[in-house]
């Protein structure tokens, strides 16, 4: 299948997906499937990396992840959303990122702790 096939394999999806969930109905910004395609290769490679807060830091921008699903997703500086099921894949990866990260610091607590305590 060519690349240009999946996108639009992709579009056909989301589409199906918005129809679907009424949530997605109503969205701040128009949906960019240039950005939406850079975000996934970027989750693909990179991950979501937790931030904390309202946003999700890569290298060369923020990632605003609140106000579910009306502007899930936008640049912290643009107008533009990611596709419906990339929203849902940007909530899912961040709060796995979180859970990950505030379960490491219990442990890391936990075994100061057990330390002080001998």
């Not at 921008?61 to 640049?75: H, I, K, Q, R, S």
């Not at 990339?86 to 709060?95: A, D, F, I, L």
């Amino acid at each position: 299948m060519k690349p240009y096939e999946k996108r639009i394999t992709w579009r056909i999806k989301n589409a199906l997906f918005r129809i679907t969930h009424p949530s997605f109905w109503v969205q701040n910004y128009p949906t960019d499937y240039e950005y939406d395609y850079y975000l996934n290769k970027l989750m693909d490679e990179k991950g979501v990396p937790w931030s904390g807060g309202a946003k999700v830091s890569y290298e060369n921008f923020d990632l605003w992840v609140c106000n579910w699903p009306y502007a899930y997703g936008t640049t912290m500086d643009g107008e533009v959303l990611p596709a419906p099921l990339t929203r849902v894949r940007v909530k899912r990866e961040s709060s796995i990122s979180f859970i990950k990260k505030e379960l490491e610091k219990l442990y890391s607590e936990n075994i100061q702790e057990t330390h002080s305590r001998k």
